[in-house]
C-alpha cells in the first residue's frame, strides 16, 4: 500500500499542442489526428481527475435463466448429490478444531456419509453431465457507464448476454474442469469490462499516399466501445491515494466476482457485488460491518454482552467489533474516537444521558488495522427501556492516505458480522426499505471522507 512517505511514481501525462492555422497552410492527415487528439487527452485528463473513476450508473449483472425443460429423475439425483455433498464437506470443516467426544463422533458420522456421496458422484463427474451445464455459465450485465482509470468512458446502451466460459484462457478453463464433480470450495471468476476501440467504415482512398505502401481500403472512422474480461486471476484493490497523479495498473472496471456454476443453475447469490467501485476520485475507506444490530433489542444480559460489561459467572467478551474496508492506523483510535453512551429510560430519571467507560482491546500502539474492539470497563446495570448509543468519529480516524474515514451511517443499513449473527439473539429489529434488498453491499459513507458514524440498539 503506498505510504505518504513514499513517492509514487508519476502517472504520464499528455504533452498539450494545439494547431496555429494561418492562411495558406496545408492540412496533413497528422495535423487533424493531432487536433483530435489534443481535445480527447485533455477531456480524460479533467474526467479522471475531477470526477474520478469507477461506475456511474447500472451495468448489473444477474444470471442468465436456465431453459424451463422438465427435468429428468437422474438430473434431480445429480443436482441433489452434489449440494448434499457440499453440505456435509462444509459441516465436516466446521467441526475440524473442534476437540470434544461428541464432535469426533460426529465427524466420524459426517466423513462415512461424505465417502458415500463421493462414490455417488463418480458418474457426474463431467461438466456437461447436467442438462443447464451451457446455459448456467452466462450471466446478463445491465446498461451502464462507467470511466476507467485512463478517463476513458464506456457505455454499454443496451443489456448484455455474456458466456464466460467463452472468455476465460485456457489454463483457467482447465482449473474450472478439474473443480466440477468435486465437493470443495467452487472456482470464482471476476468479470470486468474494458473500454476498446473498433475501427469502421471501410472505404477505397482516392489518392494515395506516395510515402505509404498502396493501401486498397481504410476505415474512415473510430468507434469507441467495449469488451468483457473474465479470470481466475483477480484484480487488486485500487490503493492508491490519488486516481490523478498515480498510474493505475488495470485498467479495466470490476463487475462482479461470480462463483462458478458447477452442477447447478447460476444463482443471484452466486455473484457477488461487493467488488464494484463507484465513480470517485478516491476510495474512500468505510465502516463494512459491525458486531450488532442496529436498531434492535437486546436483553440486559445479552446487551452486557455485546458491549463487554464485566459480569459475574460470566466469561467476559471483546465487547463491540468494527470493520474497516480498507487499513486504518491504529495510532488514530485515541481514547474519545469511539464512545458509548447510555440514554436513560422509564418514569425516574427518563433522558439522562451518562458517558459508559471503555477502553480498546488488543489494540496495537502502531500500524495498519483493519478492524478494532472496544468493550464497556464501568460494569453499569442496563435497564429495560435504555438506548445504547455508539459513535465513531471518522474525522480523526485516518487511513493509509491520511484521509479521514467515511463514516455517515446511511439508513442505519451497514450489516452485522456474520460470525456474531448467532451469537447474540436480537429482538424487534426495525424494518427495511425496499432499497436495503440492493445486490451491492451496504457500507458506511456517501463519498466524501470524513463525519461521526451514529448507531444504537434498546434494553428489553
Given at each position: 500500500?503506498?505510504k505518504i512517505s513514499e513517492k509514487p511514481a508519476c502517472v504520464p501525462?499528455?504533452?498539450?499542442?494545439?494547431?496555429?492555422?494561418?492562411?495558406?497552410?496545408?492540412?496533413?492527415?497528422?495535423?487533424?489526428?493531432?487536433?483530435?487528439?489534443?481535445?480527447?487527452?485533455?477531456?480524460?485528463?479533467?474526467?479522471?481527475?475531477?470526477?474520478?473513476?469507477?461506475?456511474?450508473?447500472?451495468?448489473?449483472?444477474?444470471?442468465?435463466?436456465?431453459?424451463?425443460?422438465?427435468?429428468?429423475?437422474?438430473?434431480?439425483?445429480?443436482?441433489?448429490?452434489?449440494?448434499?455433498?457440499?453440505?456435509?464437506?462444509?459441516?465436516?470443516?466446521?467441526?475440524?478444531?473442534?476437540?470434544?467426544?461428541?464432535?469426533?463422533?460426529?465427524?466420524?458420522?459426517?466423513?462415512?456419509?461424505?465417502?458415500?456421496?463421493?462414490?455417488?458422484?463418480?458418474?457426474?463427474?463431467?461438466?456437461?453431465?447436467?442438462?443447464?451445464?451451457?446455459?448456467?455459465?452466462?450471466?446478463?450485465?445491465?446498461?451502464?457507464?462507467?470511466?476507467?482509470?485512463?478517463?476513458?468512458?464506456?457505455?454499454?446502451?443496451?443489456?448484455?448476454?455474456?458466456?464466460?466460459?467463452?472468455?476465460?484462457?485456457?489454463?483457467?478453463?482447465?482449473?474450472?474442469?478439474?473443480?466440477?464433480?468435486?465437493?470443495?470450495?467452487?472456482?470464482?471468476?471476476?468479470?470486468?469490462?474494458?473500454?476498446?476501440?473498433?475501427?469502421?467504415?471501410?472505404?477505397?482512398?482516392?489518392?494515395?499516399?506516395?510515402?505509404?505502401?498502396?493501401?486498397?481500403?481504410?476505415?474512415?472512422?473510430?468507434?469507441?466501445?467495449?469488451?468483457?474480461?473474465?479470470?481466475?486471476?483477480?484484480?487488486?484493490?485500487?490503493?492508491?491515494?490519488?486516481?490523478?497523479?498515480?498510474?493505475?495498473?488495470?485498467?479495466?472496471?470490476?463487475?462482479?466476482?461470480?462463483?462458478?456454476?458447477?452442477?447447478?443453475?447460476?444463482?443471484?447469490?452466486?455473484?457477488?457485488?461487493?467488488?464494484?467501485?463507484?465513480?470517485?476520485?478516491?476510495?474512500?475507506?468505510?465502516?463494512?460491518?459491525?458486531?450488532?444490530?442496529?436498531?434492535?433489542?437486546?436483553?440486559?444480559?445479552?446487551?452486557?454482552?455485546?458491549?463487554?460489561?464485566?459480569?459475574?459467572?460470566?466469561?467476559?467478551?471483546?465487547?463491540?467489533?468494527?470493520?474497516?474496508?480498507?487499513?486504518?492506523?491504529?495510532?488514530?483510535?485515541?481514547?474519545?474516537?469511539?464512545?458509548?453512551?447510555?440514554?436513560?429510560?422509564?418514569?425516574?430519571?427518563?433522558?439522562?444521558?451518562?458517558?459508559?467507560?471503555?477502553?480498546?482491546?488488543?489494540?496495537?500502539?502502531?500500524?495498519?488495522?483493519?478492524?478494532?474492539?472496544?468493550?464497556?470497563?464501568?460494569?453499569?446495570?442496563?435497564?429495560?427501556?435504555?438506548?445504547?448509543?455508539?459513535?465513531?468519529?471518522?474525522?480523526?480516524?485516518?487511513?493509509?492516505?491520511?484521509?479521514?474515514?467515511?463514516?455517515?451511517?446511511?439508513?442505519?443499513?451497514?450489516?452485522?458480522?456474520?460470525?456474531?449473527?448467532?451469537?447474540?439473539?436480537?429482538?424487534?429489529?426495525?424494518?427495511?426499505?425496499?432499497?436495503?434488498?440492493?445486490?451491492?453491499?451496504?457500507?458506511?459513507?456517501?463519498?466524501?471522507?470524513?463525519?461521526?458514524?451514529?448507531?444504537?440498539?434498546?434494553?428489553?
Open positions: 500500500m503506498t501525462m499528455p504533452d498539450f499542442e494545439r494547431l496555429q492555422f494561418y492562411y495558406g497552410r496545408s492540412l496533413t492527415v497528422a495535423d487533424l489526428q493531432s487536433e483530435q487528439q489534443y481535445f480527447l487527452e485533455k477531456m480524460r485528463l479533467h474526467t479522471r481527475c475531477f470526477a474520478g473513476t469507477g461506475i456511474v450508473c447500472g451495468l448489473g449483472v444477474a444470471p442468465v435463466p436456465p431453459k424451463d425443460d422438465c427435468q429428468s429423475e437422474d438430473d434431480h439425483k445429480r443436482s441433489e448429490t452434489f449440494r448434499e455433498l457440499r453440505r456435509v464437506s462444509a459441516q465436516l470443516a466446521k467441526l475440524a478444531e473442534d476437540k470434544s467426544a461428541a464432535a469426533e463422533a460426529e465427524r466420524k458420522k459426517l466423513a462415512a456419509r461424505q465417502e458415500a456421496l463421493r462414490r455417488d458422484a463418480e458418474k457426474w463427474r463431467e461438466c456437461g453431465a447436467h442438462p443447464h451445464a451451457a446455459e448456467s455459465a452466462k450471466v446478463v450485465v445491465d446498461c451502464g457507464w462507467a470511466i476507467d482509470c485512463e478517463g476513458r468512458e464506456i457505455i454499454v446502451r443496451g443489456p448484455q448476454v455474456v458466456d464466460l466460459r467463452q472468455l476465460l484462457s485456457r489454463e483457467d478453463c482447465r482449473e474450472i474442469d478439474k473443480a466440477c464433480g468435486g465437493d470443495g470450495e467452487r472456482p470464482v471468476v471476476e468479470l470486468s469490462i474494458c473500454y476498446c476501440e473498433q475501427q469502421t467504415y471501410p472505404s477505397r482512398p482516392i489518392v494515395q499516399d506516395n510515402c505509404d505502401l498502396p493501401q486498397k481500403c481504410k476505415f474512415g472512422r473510430v468507434k469507441e466501445g467495449y469488451r468483457f474480461r473474465a479470470s481466475l486471476a483477480f484484480q487488486g484493490p485500487d490503493e492508491r491515494c490519488s486516481n490523478c497523479c498515480e498510474p493505475c495498473h488495470c485498467e479495466c472496471v470490476v463487475l462482479a466476482r461470480i462463483t462458478w456454476p458447477v452442477d447447478e443453475p447460476l444463482g443471484a447469490d452466486d455473484i457477488d457485488w461487493s467488488v464494484r467501485r463507484d465513480l470517485g476520485v478516491y476510495q474512500t475507506t468505510v465502516i463494512e460491518g459491525i458486531s450488532w444490530a442496529h436498531g434492535a433489542t437486546y436483553d440486559s444480559a445479552v446487551a452486557k454482552s455485546v458491549i463487554g460489561t464485566d459480569q459475574r459467572n460470566v466469561t467476559r467478551t471483546h465487547g463491540i467489533e468494527v470493520h474497516f474496508s480498507k487499513p486504518v492506523y491504529a495510532e488514530t483510535l485515541q481514547p474519545g474516537v469511539v464512545t458509548l453512551y447510555r440514554e436513560q429510560a422509564g418514569k425516574g430519571l427518563a433522558g439522562v444521558i451518562s458517558v459508559i467507560e471503555g477502553s480498546f482491546v488488543d489494540k496495537p500502539e502502531t500500524g495498519l488495522v483493519t478492524s478494532f474492539k472496544y468493550r464497556d470497563d464501568s460494569g453499569e446495570t442496563l435497564n429495560s427501556g435504555d438506548r445504547v448509543l455508539i459513535l465513531i468519529r471518522g474525522n480523526f480516524i485516518l487511513d493509509a492516505c491520511c484521509q479521514p474515514l467515511d463514516g455517515e451511517h446511511v439508513g442505519g443499513l451497514v450489516p452485522q458480522i456474520a460470525a456474531y449473527v448467532d451469537k447474540c439473539e436480537a429482538r424487534n429489529t426495525p424494518p427495511k426499505p425496499p432499497c436495503a434488498a440492493r445486490p451491492k453491499p451496504w457500507t458506511s459513507g456517501n463519498g466524501r471522507p470524513g463525519a461521526t458514524f451514529e448507531s444504537w440498539f434498546f434494553i428489553e
